[in-house]
């Protein structure tokens, strides 16, 4: 084992496209963690899952390390978004600091507030990185001044705002703490010439101001809390946190304390022990205090469980994450179209799945009533909540999902006040789209809380209730021509600021069962925006199109077809052309569906449909419709 004074546990935390992946690749090809594998070549080693991998983005917290002049250094890379702001909040007390990436030309965003916020209240002293330093744009000066008044604006001690700063560039492969010699980098660069920089002044900064883990293994009880949880296809659930107190061995007796209670949920012995190195996994003999190891050998582990000794009675204590702020709910697929393409169908394989990944996931949480087939899902965002979808399609999953919600609740102080939860908005948009977004924005109950400009974009800061965010995504990207940037995280929970104007348009909902043909879509498409193709199957309820004008929902018979004769007609029918259909993104018909509409998904269509298929029944229920703000109250 390494000594305790020779380890260093460090969390990368940023805000997402500021560059942590591209940094801990730097880090582990420079240091030779990745000698000799296939992923010297790969990019975003660290990004391993196949989502990560396609939208470019880290979903899940990943534990790796790295040996440097004689030390082993312990990384775990984190998310940058806010609807994964769960991962980065469990990580934290594994790691005795944090570095902190910031874009030298974006300044700290609003998840690097969010993340701060908890780096700084767990008592860690971030090491800063200003990334990106050798772009054009770069305003190393004022970004530190930006942070600087961040830290204070959070209340961090005078420990904490004598941050050491770093400049870098994870791209290129260098780092420095002196901004001459970064303006050598960038000359070399221009004039095509490779920087002979490299990240050794960042590792140094590691070893020099992280302090080693705190702890006792000799003479101390074994104990770990469980942070993660892997799956192996040989071990089955392997359990990753950092040991706290003592040693293990292979062959160990151990047992698995419940948090809270400290009721022993199960006994066991170690089977295997784990330390990652770069990508790959090194089987180890014995670990100890301040080693962040996997363990195997209790398969009824939890996240936030505690693994010890025999000897041990009292679990450890664990950070709670903050609580989800919307809900969707999951079902059976009951379309008339279920069941012909995926194999998990029924809903006690659904049940089985969400209870895994709430397992998992601290930050998702699974309320089943008990009364009915369907189970609430709640989470951060629509992204999170999409990302699970997705992963239960891949899976053969057919399901059933209804539109997210925001979750209210009474203000404890006052039973008839209702609180609804806020996020902080930052947004980057040219000039000329800035008035448009204001409008819009304050339509649905955003307050503009700063305007500046940067470089050629104004930068927006809104408080917002979250859900004025539901749905805006994609009017955002029209209303920006895609230039625009939108960034959030949560804020607090705060008064109910009331009801806004609804911003989508009726539906036109099928009324027949049947193959939608181009003669009955060319009769539809001037009475608004059509969402199904010539040829694709339809049935009762199903969501086929948008009107163009506000209304009542409107019927209409997508199957009809023209009727044929045995009399030769006197003109040419003429070709018809319908304007093409833009497939769905789960992102998309999440922000997009209406509140009495269902989003059907199978492994290979998503379908909007309406939540009762039966037109009559559905005309009736709707003049029943309680809000859930009556019904919080009731």
């Not at 767990?122 to 772009?135: E, F, I, S």
């Not at 993660?228 to 659930?237: C, R």
């Not at 702020?325 to 069941?339: C, E, H, K, Q, R």
């Not at 600021?497 to 539906?507: H, L, P, Q, T």
Request: hydrophobic fraction near 40%.
């Amino acid at each position: 084992m390494i000594p305790m004074d020779r380890i260093r546990n460090i969390g990368i935390i940023a805000h997402v496209d500021h560059g942590k992946t591209t940094l801990v690749d730097c880090l582990l090809k420079q240091s030779g963690a990745l000698s000799g594998s296939a992923a010297m070549q790969e990019t975003r080693v660290m990004d391993s899952n196949a989502l990560e991998k396609e939208r470019g983005i880290t979903i899940l917290s990943k534990v790796t390390s790295l040996v440097y002049n004689g030390h082993r250094i312990n990384i775990i890379d984190t998310p940058g978004h806010a609807d994964f702001g769960g991962e980065v909040e469990r990580i934290l007390s594994m790691v005795d600091s944090v570095v902190l990436v910031v874009d030298a030309t974006e300044g700290p965003m609003a998840q690097t507030k969010f993340v701060l916020t908890k780096a700084l209240a767990r008592g860690l002293t971030p090491l800063v990185v200003l990334n990106k330093v050798d772009r054009p744009t770069s305003r190393p000066d004022e970004v530190d001044s930006e942070l600087l008044e961040l830290f204070m604006a959070l209340g961090a001690s005078d420990e904490q705002t004598a941050y050491d700063l770093m400049y870098a560039s994870a791209k290129e492969g260098w780092c420095s703490s002196d901004l001459g010699q970064v303006s050598t980098y960038v000359d070399a660069a221009s004039k095509g010439q490779k920087a002979s920089g490299t990240m050794s002044p960042l590792l140094d900064a590691i070893i020099a101001r992280v302090p080693p883990p705190k702890g006792e293994r000799s003479g101390a009880p074994f104990s770990m809390l469980v942070t993660q949880l892997e799956a192996n296809s040989y071990l089955g659930k392997c359990a990753l946190g950092r040991i706290t107190s003592g040693t293990v061995r292979v062959g160990d007796r151990i047992r698995v304390l419940e948090p809270g209670t400290s009721n022993v949920k199960e006994e066991g012995k170690v089977t295997k022990l784990f330390l990652r190195s770069g990508v790959q996994q090194i089987e180890m003999a014995q670990a100890g205090a301040g080693d962040v190891v996997a363990i195997s050998g209790v398969p009824t582990v939890s996240v936030n469980s505690t693994i010890a000794g025999l000897d041990v009675s009292q679990a450890l204590e664990f950070i709670p994450v903050d609580p989800p702020t919307i809900s969707v709910t999951f079902s059976v697929n009951d379309s008339p179209l279920a069941g012909r393409e995926g194999s998990q169908l029924t809903s006690g394989m659904i049940r089985d799945r969400l209870r895994r990944e709430a397992e998992i996931n601290v930050a998702l949480q699974v309320v089943d009533d008990g009364k009915s087939e369907a189970l609430e899902v709640r989470g951060r965002g629509e992204l999170q909540l999409s990302v699970l979808i997705e992963t239960m399609r891949r899976e053969g999953f057919e399901l059933s999902v209804t539109p997210p919600r925001v979750l209210f609740k009474k203000n404890p102080e006052n039973a008839r006040q209702i609180l609804e939860p806020f996020e902080e908005i930052t947004i980057d948009v040219d000039h000329e789209s800035s008035g448009v977004v204001i409008e819009k924005l304050t339509k649905r109950k955003g307050e503009l809380k700063n305007f500046s400009d940067l470089a050629d974009k104004a930068r927006m800061v809104f408080h917002i209730p979250t859900r004025g965010l539901l749905g805006y995504a994609s009017e955002f990207k029209n209303d920006t021509h895609g230039t625009g940037v939108m960034n959030h995280a949560f804020l607090r929970y705060d008064e109910y600021v009331g009801a806004f104007e609804k911003s989508r348009k009726a539906s036109m909902v099928c009324m027949s069962l049947g193959t939608a043909t181009s003669y009955a879509l060319n009769t539809i498409e001037p009475r608004g925006r059509l969402f199904v193709r010539n040829s694709d199957e339809v049935y009762p309820g199903m969501v086929v199109g948008e009107l163009s004008k506000d209304g009542n929902d409107l019927d209409v018979n997508p199957t009809k077809a023209k009727q044929l004769t045995n009399i030769r007609a006197a003109g040419k029918d003429e070709t018809i052309r319908l304007t093409p259909v833009k497939s769905w993104t789960l992102e998309e018909v999440i922000a997009y569906v209406n509140p009495d509409e269902a989003i059907e998904v199978t492994p290979t269509q998503i379908r909007l449909r309406k939540q009762i298929l039966d037109s009559t029944k559905r005309k009736q229920l709707s003049r029943r419709r309680v809000s859930d703000i009556d019904e919080l109250l009731e």
